[in-house]
């Protein structure tokens, strides 16, 4: 059973950057066949895709976030991890790591992990 | 404002047959297989539906999905007082502005 877990700093102050690393058990992050997702909900309202990585290094970037993210993958340690400069309030939210199945015939999230609340606040 | 579009809320009565639908575009639902997510209260979502149709393992019959042209449609039948939760539609998006995931604002459902 795969199992994601996220963990970083629940408060940032507003004009730093937001770092966040997801843990990968269960399973080997350099397996071929899925991307790891960031993807954040703030408060009460919907899912935001933030982008994915495959274990090579090969990313894909919301274009409304892609000035400000870097998603990066840590094969040694089953890790990847999530960098948004310069946040405001408005990036306040719950942030899901999760594991993207991408096949020929389907493509999709298969398992998330819990989310962590990142605040932006002084 | 998301780029695909969903009621946001939806409602009916234990036993009753739901829809809920997402409209997207040519760039996305038109080009592209949706997936259906459904997120519990204070949990992460789950996957629902995938490829437009295919019910993951342990996911009832009751759920159903489709899609014709640029919108797709999750049918809930037998509604269930445990079917209450927030529903998300998803696809990809390939078009000049970039080549992303975007999902639906989400829907509502009350049982009531």
């Known amino acids: 059973q795969v199992q994601l877990q996220e963990s970083g700093p629940g408060l940032v102050k507003p004009s730093q950057t937001l770092s966040l690393t997801c843990t990968v058990s269960?399973?080997?992050?350099?397996?071929?066949?899925?991307?790891w997702s960031w993807i954040r909900q703030h408060p009460g309202k919907g899912l935001e895709w933030i982008g994915y990585i495959y274990y090579s290094g090969s990313t894909y970037y919301n274009p409304s976030l892609k000035s400000r993210v870097t998603i990066s993958v840590d094969t040694s340690k089953n890790q990847f991890s999530l960098k948004l400069s310069s946040v405001t309030a408005a990036d306040t939210a719950v942030y899901y790591c999760?594991?993207?199945?991408?096949?020929?015939?389907?493509?999709?999230?298969?398992?998330w992990g819990q989310g962590t609340l990142v605040t932006v606040s002084s | 404002q998301s780029v695909l579009t969903q009621p946001p809320s939806a409602s009916g009565t234990p036993g009753q047959r739901v829809t809920i639908s997402c409209s997207g575009s040519?760039?996305?639902?038109?080009?592209?297989?949706v997936n259906w997510y459904q997120q519990l209260p204070g949990t992460a979502p789950k996957l629902l539906i995938y490829?437009?149709?295919q019910r993951p393992s342990g996911v009832p019959d009751r759920f159903s999905g489709s899609k014709s042209g640029t919108s797709a449609s999750l049918a809930i039948s037998g509604l269930q007082s445990e079917d209450e939760a927030d529903y998300y539609c998803a696809a990809w998006d390939d078009s000049l502005n970039g080549r992303y995931w975007v999902f639906g604002g989400g829907t509502k459902l009350t049982v009531l």
């Open positions: 040519s760039s996305n639902i038109g080009s592209n297989t």
């Open positions: 490829s437009n149709n």
């Open positions: 999760a594991r993207h199945i991408k096949h020929t015939y389907y493509d999709f999230i298969d398992y």
């Open positions: 269960g399973g080997s992050i350099s397996s071929g066949g899925y991307y």
